[in-house]
Every structure is written in structure tokens, then in C-alpha cells.
Nanobody, 122 residues
Framework: QVQLVESGGGLVQPGGSLRLSCAVS????????MAWYRQAPGKKRELVAT???????NYADSVKDRFTISRDSATNTAYLQMNSLKLEDTAVYYC????????????????WGQGTQVTVSS
């Protein structure tokens, strides 16, 4: 059974940094897209950053030049380095990976992490 395990959230002061990790538990064939989303209280879940298999990246305007998404293909882990954190970055952060579990699977399936709380507060 494939699961995603997130870690790295916590409480940080404005201007600080955190690194989130999203590791795959279980045997898989391949990962296409890795993405990070976040959901603040009372708001819709929003896309923060994506990285696809060729390592192309995209970011929400609100996090450009502050956040960096990366992937380690050897360990099937996605990372989100968050620098210069602001109060408005406070949210639960979720990773979503598109995974082909078996090589005969034509299309990937979406898997979500359990979410990790990031709180930016002075």
C-alpha cells in the first residue's frame, strides 16, 4: 500500500525558514508530478509549487523567489524549502504526488500526504 509521509512543519517567526519533506512509503514504479498545496483556515486549498519529471518547476506568485520545490528521485521524496516566511504563509501544507504504482499502469494516480501545519507567528 502506497502512502505519503510528510514532515518538517512547525512554528517559525516571520523571516524564518522551514523545509518540508514528503516521502513515499511502499513500492512504486514511477512518479510524474510532485506538488505542494496549502490550506489556510477558512480558505480554499491552493497550489503552491509543482515539479515534474524533467525537473521543471512552477510556483504561485505569492511564494516565488521565497520557496523552492525539489525532488530526490533516488528516495522518492519531495521537498519544499520555505524561506523569508510571512504571516500569510500560515497554513496546513499538503503534498500530492502522481504515481504509477505498477509499470503496466497507463495513467498515474493522485496520492495525498496527511498534511503538516506551518505556523508563522511572532
Amino acid at each position: 500500500q502506497v502512502q505519503l509521509v510528510e514532515s518538517g512543519g512547525g512554528l517559525v517567526q516571520p523571516g524564518g525558514s522551514l523545509r518540508l519533506s514528503c516521502a513515499v512509503s511502499g513500492s512504486i514504479f514511477s512518479i510524474t508530478t510532485m506538488a505542494w498545496y496549502r490550506q489556510a483556515p477558512g480558505k480554499k486549498r491552493e497550489l503552491v509549487a509543482t515539479i515534474i519529471s524533467d525537473s521543471s518547476t512552477n510556483y504561485a506568485d505569492s511564494v516565488k523567489d521565497r520557496f523552492t520545490i525539489s525532488r530526490d528521485s533516488a528516495t522518492n521524496t519531495a521537498y519544499l524549502q520555505m524561506n523569508s516566511l510571512k504571516l500569510e504563509d500560515t497554513a496546513v501544507y499538503y503534498c500530492k504526488l502522481q504515481i504509477r504504482v505498477r509499470n503496466w499502469q497507463r495513467l498515474p494516480s493522485d496520492y495525498w500526504g496527511q498534511g503538516t501545519q506551518v505556523t508563522v507567528s511572532s
